[in-house]
């Protein structure tokens, strides 16, 4: 296959070191820790601000070709306006993308990954359509500065969480808890925000600079919970469509727009709960155009699988989960990670690209994210069985589905801050020592796993490297 293999990691955030501006997670870990679960902030991190050269020395030890990596708007617009740029961010990443290239990995960048500078979170965020215009001016900035050696470009990291998580549940920064309604104007105007950065690389920079722009959405497959139910089947369907295709449907379908389920249902809970007008905004034709067709690849972060069944208690709307109708809930027998929400189910992977490539006509895709969280340990045994089980899932999807995959990203490069997880739960290739000023890296057992993976191109569940104990597997795994 030709799929690339890289591995991608949030980056340091380094609050107000050298010009840069305060952003909405600087101002929660500060103002209100009791949000994360260890108290702690993204202040030092892994601290890749000053471990550029390490970590691509790093990187190309693992032999990974492309790099993820997310820019803060904060640090190149302090204050999130245009007119004030930070000169110091900007050099930061031109040496990053250079030590990259430098170094043979092609830089694979997002260009907002939740960290929204505060002072717009003072006008709403991402529920004020002003916000479209502050996008387009800091993506032009971004395009001027590295485009010339960044072909690579993702406007958005899972929109769904930013959406659901910052402006409905209050689980993520700026915690707000306007469910049915923030949701749905911040996923608006984020979908607008996209396709006006779409069109002025299209319009602006795409002839001379040749690169591609993509959107990043992440989701779960959705898996009736008892097989053959049509009321089950129906939801499992009906949550697709307004998770993942809430974002993806304006984007990849052929008609543009919402997913029209997402219309008819969010439409019809709004009247019957005396709203004078629909909580999902409307796009005029000119918007639909715009966002239709606005993504050269479609990049997906995926981790898990969850069941569906129908909602069987009255739930006090509005709310987004209301607006679905669904119940969700993953089976106990499946093998967890550390994070509550991610159990180990390969085959839902393979359903999900099977599905994409179904709904949207198989549109090249990326995946963007995937891997597992655990506490801590440099025998990872668990991670290992993930990446191989997830992999072969994909290599399936390629060779026995048809699916266009095109580039495999494991989610994570390093240990990191897990947002409101803070460092409680571990995703990386390597192990970060928090406690150390320094923040040593450590090669964990998967790291290794996955640079024989990278160079011998296969999946090997008899590999050990050396220094490690060998895993102890299920003899149905030995065989693949």
Known sequence: TSMRCLVCNQKSANFSYLGKGENIWDRLTHSRPEHIADRSNGDIACDAYHKTVEDVQLLKDLGVNF???????????????????????????????????????????????????????????????????????????????????????????????????????????????????????????????????YKLYDEKYRELQKGKIGITCESPWFEPKTDGDEWDIEMAENSIQMNLGWFTHPIFSKSGDYPPIMRQKVDAMSERESFTRSRLPYFTDDEIQLLNGSSDFFGLNHYTTTLCTTMQWEVIGPSHNLDVGADFEQNPEWEGGASSWLKVVPWGLRKLLNWINKEYGN????????????????????????????????????????????????????????????????????????????????????????????????????????????????DSKKSN
């Not at 500078?117 to 001016?137: A, K, M, R, S, V």
């Open 67 to 197: 790099y993820r990596f997310s820019l803060s708007w904060s640090r190149i617009l302090p204050t999130g306006h245009s007119n004030e740029v930070n000169s110091d961010g900007i050099r930061y990443y031109n040496e990053l993308i250079d030590e990259l290239i430098k170094n043979e990995i092609v830089p694979f960048v997002t260009m907002y990954h939740w960290d929204l500078p505060h002072p717009f979170q003072e006008l709403g965020g991402w529920t004020n359509p002003l916000i479209i215009d502050y996008f387009e001016d800091y993506a032009d900035i971004v395009f001027k500065n590295f485009g010339d050696r960044v072909k690579h470009w993702i406007t958005f990291n899972e929109p769904t969480l930013v959406c659901e998580h910052g402006y409905a549940l209050g689980t993520m920064a700026p915690a707000y808890t306007q469910e049915g309604i923030g949701d749905y104007l911040c996923g608006h105007n984020l979908l607008l925000s996209h396709g006006r950065a």
């Open 363 to 474: 549109p090249e895709v990326i995946i963007t994210e995937n891997g597992f969280s655990d506490r801590g340990g440099l025998n990872d045994c668990r991670r290992i069985n993930y990446y191989n089980s997830y992999l072969t899932e994909v290599l399936n999807a390629i060779h026995e589905d048809g699916c266009n995959i095109t580039g495999y990203t494991a989610w994570s490069f390093m240990d990191n801050f897990e947002w409101n997880q803070g460092y409680t739960e571990r995703f990386g290739l390597h192990f970060v020592d928090f406690e150390d000023p320094n923040r040593p890296r450590k090669p964990k057992m998967s790291s290794r796993v996955y640079k024989n993976i990278i160079q011998t191109r296969k999946i090997d569940w008899g590999f050990t490297p050396n220094g490690f104990t060998a895993c102890e597997w299920h």
